[in-house]
């Protein structure tokens, strides 16, 4: 805690021993649950790629024909290791097992002594983290050898094409003119599409499909434009959607450093079943947890449809619970990129103030984690220059409270996705405030008892009186049912991806969790 | 009337424009950008700013007095031809000309997922402190949400008997409006014997609004629409005086 | 002083001392010289208006007719009234005197006895500065009656067509969209023309001249507007040049409210005299004291061509001997808006700060008086975007330090005279940053010894230091002559309007003065 | 080559542009600007924001897909035809080639009193790291100052027998950078014998570099302008090296 808002310690733990219990019974629904998604994780940890003529990846065939056969209700692993096993084929050979399933020639089934199929299992699985393992070394080794970001905030930038081809150049740009993270929007659609394309992709609208060799190749450039600039570039994607526990893996396994992981946002944005979500959630994030990735969640977003001020709240509660279930996953504080963002209202009197005043709360509240700090995309409007100005005002808040990653603000935000001129004057307002201004914090002292330290223990308060009621009345899931966050109503039982959950049954074996939970 | 763009003196013509070229930064891409003000019709053109970006572009600024002369009575504009109705007059409206309730189905078609534009115009909530169509009584609202696959979409028409469809398309990019909005019509035109099919209204920040002929709908509404408006037009297109406007009767 | 940074009220007083000292000979000198212009403006007091078919002004007639026959040593109003009398004409018939003097055709002289001629002037002046004061009082009044500017800073517009007719609407316009105070800039080349043009004119090079009649059509265009908006809009133009003090009369006469008035400009920056202009500076500024008006000076000129860093102090020196001058010639704490301005170099490390801290020694050295605080314009470029940047961070820095008259920036600065629309964007910017930081000040407390405190004393101290020297020297005109300030070398002894300076002789007699200095 | 300009995709076309229009903000004056881009040749044209100023005017801001193309082959520029000299090749050129010191007259005429681009060119302390020309030995350089009237600049001038006037104009409103610079290239020509007159070359950050012909000058330096590019050019027009350019004698 820095100490400039003079914030209750007694209030602060109150808070978060809340969120606490709102959050453990979701995580037990979690623990109990699995998705298609993370059995496919599971089976991309064992190494599986590809995808058949259509364009539907031989992960999906393959887990489609164990379910069909034995259900989800103890795990692909064992089905499908035991059919490798009974084909007499090696660790390497699940493609050849799944083109043969998807033609209809495997025939699945739960062995009666599980013991070869999760010896082998859990060696095929370890082998995949032993992947990510040594792309965190990798990682390691490259920012203590190239060079880390130069400073605090992390000046963070997207890239939104569509191309792959087209993202590349635009990204090695944004880097030379100072970006330390590149974040590869995706397509529209993807979040709900429940697979993961394939290859290399150039048809996207607004984004770019999350490929696992889209990664692999923006990886690559990315890692040719640290060495040329000595400073090792942080590439982002989306673990979000019906896919997050496939799109985590993928980022462990292609040395992603962030990703855009939230345990509520595909709840509210995407209509994707909440049980879903938590699961996939969970999973995803104990990948993220042994990758060394940073997380980013997405409070931000709770804004661009619910009121900044009168919401400032929720933002609050959210990020205590997304604090809180991935401290359950295994993250470390410094993972945790909790977001928040700069929406008030611009015509509202002491706007800039109350923007201070909320992101200081986040600040003190988590003063560990490298916090995510949005830029203005609401009130944004057609006139550029008011744009170009607000984004400086935010760039300001953000230096003045010691924010960890600034994504950074385009004066298009309402007209086109960022043109490359967008992003190079973006970067300048970036660099000027930084350079002239970055250090105000330290002038900065809010008046004790004054405007901004009020508006703060009030938002707090706020925030511990909803976590208060989330756990009197139903707890969470019902809370979300009712519309608490982002002013959306979304059921337990409704939403898209519900078909893909799956409640365990025993002897629910899953080598990847094991290896996560078991920490080897 | 003829008129200029002003910058501070009638008829200086002064225009701002700036943007990239593909080309690194040199004498001869500043030329470059002096030779695209000129076929924008700047004259004179100044190049007030020039910065390389990367290797390969170069970001302009410039200034000019644009040429062309502005004729304000070629100007194209869809003025709304119907009267502004409240929404006590659109209720009244619909009881005595239609004699039930009129049936409007809303949905956020193909991939996009922002809905906080047509939930604008649909929820009892509104926009611009107008409240929204599912506040009139005589209409009812089934808003579909986002993301709705147009198969779906004339599914519910259908089963709703839609006497109106209304879409939101926000995402221009690579023109996904435009594709969405045309794959619906279509889709429309197949499904509905001819003459049949309910009224199709589409609405986002970027559309075009005197496109509707080329998309195969009925209207476009654009930034800043309002629910009233929309309701008026509804009641105009499906439930006309037709007292007050013989010309239509046939 | 509102005590930010703790500034040793000794060294504040010891600076301010050594200002009295320095300019205590220059205003000796310029209680010992006249000029045409300040003999001019005399004329004008007693009311002679018009001009010659060549638009010579009859002012400029009769004066010059009376420098050729009797010089000026003792001043135009014993012989002007001697001839009236002589002739046996009324008060108001100076006009048909200055037209029948250029014909050659009136024989001035100075009376033995000045006695009747004296009284005569002095009951003819008597009545322009009875209309000054009048003005003043109608300006109280409508204040008081209509409103006043709604807050601080009051925001500062100006407008520079060339056509006073293109200004008057652009004027009103820019009222309606939150201006307090129009600036009406003057044409290039009339500071150096030694007549006043008449009439309204519709051909200045990027600003409108100064005329009497000009000031009369905006100042009653803007009364319009004023009563429509509620709120008091006020004038502003340049008594500046080789015509200050006759400027300064048109302004008391057709009531503008505030005047660009500097004790060094025109010696700097327009090579005048340095003697004319401390004569001429000190009967402007009597006249400004009486007719209410705010003066503004001009130290932000300094920083166009010398470093705002490393001549930060040549600001301060200034500011003191601007103060002394302005106090001796009459005017009070509240009519001094001194000049400063956000000049420092951006791409300058910590450039904001550095600018704050400037800000700031200026607000606590003058507690009183409503600092006048200038835009960007020198590291302005043709990048808009940036620009409209920077002057949002003038904004910023001029709210958080208590700035009386803020002078809105223009992103078109590089480039063009402001357009209409770059007003309207300027303003939004000014009321973006003053309705959401305005009170930032509140929460704004410089480290005590940090870097922003410790920049103002050093800034005070070398500011001190060079008025040590320029005393331990051989004064200030020896130190103007030698490029102190500006970097521009002026000697007394050259620069224009040198031919217009006249040495009192005994029996100089001004009625002006006489009124001015004695209260009456 | 044919370029395009570039927003994120090879070939899109997009221009930003913003300009006011003399009309009340209506959906007609909406029209009125998208008629304007479309005479620009932005097609499609979208307008993004529209901003009433008062009862008179509205702001807009339009992006668009420029559809003219902008061939690099037909670009014109003044390209420099002379190589960039130090200071010391400079000076050893007019002292080995001219045998005198070359006369070099500057001021800031009209009424324009912005002297900060002429001293950088002229005064020691120079530009962007560069010596101005009054630290070239061979090189004499009168500097007038501020609002200097043609007339004096023609005395002065013939009294110091320059080779060249270079003259400074930064206040172009109603074009008075132009004006100023005719006036005085017709006043050279009558006071000089045909032919004699001296080198004549105006500077300024909004000048027109190919309009020398028009403005009966010989050269004209823009934006940013080094002393060192305006000393190579002095000894390549009035000490040129014979031997190595051939095609010069006559
Ligand atoms: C809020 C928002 C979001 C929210 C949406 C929440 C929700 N439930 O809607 C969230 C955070 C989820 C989001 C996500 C994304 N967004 Co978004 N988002 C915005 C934002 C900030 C505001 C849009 C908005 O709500 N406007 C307010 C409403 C009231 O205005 P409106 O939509 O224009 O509607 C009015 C009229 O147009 C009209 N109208 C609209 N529809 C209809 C329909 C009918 C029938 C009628 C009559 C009238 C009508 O009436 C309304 C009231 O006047 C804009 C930027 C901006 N400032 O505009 C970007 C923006 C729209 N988003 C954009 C993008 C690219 C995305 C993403 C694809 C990014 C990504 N790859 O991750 C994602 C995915 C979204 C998806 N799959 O579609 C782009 C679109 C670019 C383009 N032109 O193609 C924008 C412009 C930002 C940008 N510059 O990149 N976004
Ligand atoms: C500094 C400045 C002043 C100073 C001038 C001090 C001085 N001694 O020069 C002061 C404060 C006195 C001043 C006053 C005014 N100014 Co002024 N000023 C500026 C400012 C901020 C910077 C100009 C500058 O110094 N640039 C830096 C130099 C190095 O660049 P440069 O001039 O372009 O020179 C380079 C090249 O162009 C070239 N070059 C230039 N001349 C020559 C000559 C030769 C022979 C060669 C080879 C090359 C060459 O080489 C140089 C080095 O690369 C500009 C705004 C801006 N940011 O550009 C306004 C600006 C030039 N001023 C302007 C105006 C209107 C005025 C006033 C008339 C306002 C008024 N009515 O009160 C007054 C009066 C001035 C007058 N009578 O001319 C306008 C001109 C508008 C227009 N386009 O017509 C500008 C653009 C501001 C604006 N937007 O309104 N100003
Ligand atoms: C957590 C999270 N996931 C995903 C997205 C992007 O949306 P989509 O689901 O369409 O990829 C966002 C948007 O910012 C987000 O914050
Ligand atoms: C005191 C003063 N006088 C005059 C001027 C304007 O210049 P000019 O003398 O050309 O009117 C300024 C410029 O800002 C100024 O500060």
Chains 1, 3 share one sequence.
Not at chain 1, 261 to 267: L, V
Not at chain 2, 184 to 201: D, H, I, K, T, W
Request: net charge negative.
């Amino acid at each position: 805690m820095t100490g400039k808002l003079d914030l209750d310690p007694a209030a602060v733990a109150a808070a978060r021993a809340l969120a606490r219990e709102v959050g453990e019974p979701v995580v037990r629904i979690a623990r109990e649950h699995t998705t298609v998604s993370v059995e496919r994780a599971v089976l991309r940890l064992a190494g599986i790629t590809g995808a058949d003529p259509d364009g539907i990846p031989w992960v999906n065939r393959l887990a489609d024909a164990v379910r069909d056969q034995t259900g989800l209700e103890r795990g692909v692993a064992l089905p499908v290791f035991d059919a490798l096993i009974r084909e007499n084929w090696g660790l390497g050979d699940l493609l050849l097992l799944a083109q043969k399933a998807a033609a209809g020639a495997v025939e699945f089934r739960l062995p009666a002594d599980p013991q070869a199929a999760r010896a082998a299992a859990h060696q095929a699985v370890s082998r995949g983290i032993a992947r990510i393992d040594a792309n965190r070394r990798e990682r390691e080794s490259l920012i203590a050898g190239i060079g880390d970001a130069p400073r605090k905030p992390w000046i963070y930038l997207i890239v939104a094409t569509g191309d792959i081809y087209e993202d590349i150049p635009q990204a090695q740009a944004a880097a030379r003119e100072g970006a330390d993270v590149i974040a590869v929007i995706r397509s529209t659609g993807q979040s709900l599409l429940d697979y993961v394309p394939e290859g290399a992709t150039r048809e996207g609208y607004a984004g770019t499909y999350a490929t696992g060799e889209n990664f692999r190749l923006m990886r690559a450039a990315l890692d040719d434009v640290s060495r040329e600039l000595g400073r090792y570039v942080r590439l982002t994607n989306y673990a979000s959607g019906l896919c997050m526990p496939e799109i985590a893996t993928l980022a462990g396994l292609h040395r992603l450093d962030m990703m855009l992981n939230d345990s509520m946002y595909g709840i509210l944005f995407r209509d994707i079943n909440p049980i879903r979500t938590f699961t996939d959630q969970r999973f995803s994030r104990q990948i993220h947890a042994r990758a060394g990735i940073i997380i980013n969640t997405g409070e931000d977003n709770y804004l661009t449809t619910a009121d900044a001020v009168d919401e400032a709240h929720t933002v609050t509660v959210s990020q205590l619970l997304n604090e809180y279930f991935a401290l359950e996953a295994g993250l470390a504080d410094w993972q945790l990129g909790l977001g928040h963002a700069f929406e008030i209202n611009p015509a509202i009197p002491d706007s800039f103030r109350l923007e201070l005043a909320h992101a200081l709360l986040a600040r003190e509240l988590f003063p560990d984690a490298p916090l995510k700090w949005m830029p203005p995309t609401k009130h944004m409007t057609g006139d550029i220059f008011r744009g170009y100005l607000l984004d400086g005002f935010f760039n300001l808040a953000g230096a003045m409270t010691g924010q960890g990653i600034l994504l950074v603000g385009m004066m298009t935000e309402a007209v086109v996705t960022p043109f490359l001129s967008d992003r190079d004057l973006a970067l300048q307002n970036v660099r000027y405030v930084l350079d002239a201004a970055g250090k105000l914090g330290e002038d900065f002292r809010p008046e004790p008892g004054g405007f901004i330290a009020t508006r703060a223990r009030t938002v707090l308060g706020e925030a511990t009186e909803l976590l208060q009621r989330i756990r009197g009345d139903h707890g969470l899931l019902q809370a979300i049912a009712d519309g608490t966050f982002g002013i959306t109503k979304r059921p337990a039982d409704r939403g898209k991806g519900l078909d893909g959950v799956v409640a365990h049954a025993d002897g629910y074996y899953n080598p990847a969790t094991e290896i996560l939970e078991g920490g080897s | 009337m003829i008129v200029r763009p002003y910058g501070d003196t009638t008829g200086d013509g002064m225009v701002q424009v700036s943007f990239t070229l593909p080309v690194p930064h040199s004498k001869r891409a500043e030329g470059a950008a002096l030779q695209l003000a000129g076929k924008m019709g700047l004259e004179p053109a100044m190049l007030v700013h020039a910065k390389p970006m990367g290797p390969d572009f170069t970001f302009f600024v410039v200034y000019g007095s644009a040429r062309h002369l502005v004729d304000m009575s070629a100007v194209e504009v869809i003025e709304r031809e119907y009267p502004l109705l409240t929404a006590k007059e659109v209720n009244a409206a619909i009881k005595t000309r239609l004699a039930r309730p009129l049936v409007v189905v809303g949905a956020c078609i193909g991939t996009d997922a922002h809905t906080v534009g047509i939930d604008a115009i649909l929820n009892v909530k509104g926009f611009a402190g107008e409240k929204g169509l599912e506040y009139y009584g005589e209409l009812r609202v089934v808003n579909l949400g986002a993301q709705v696959l147009v198969p779906d979409l004339v599914e519910a028409a259908i089963a709703e008997r839609a006497d109106a469809v209304l879409i939101s398309q926000i995402v221009t990019q690579k023109d996904a409006h435009l594709a969405n909005t045309r794959e619906m019509s279509a889709a429309f035109r197949e499904a509905y014997p001819a003459g049949q099919r309910p009224l199709l209204v589409a609405g986002g920040p970027r559309f075009d609004e005197t496109m509707t002929a080329e998309l195969g709908i009925d209207r476009i509404f654009g930034r800043g629409t309002t629910p009233g408006e929309v309701a008026s037009y509804l009641v105009h297109a499906l439930a006309p005086d037709r007292v007050a406007q013989p010309e239509e009767i046939r």
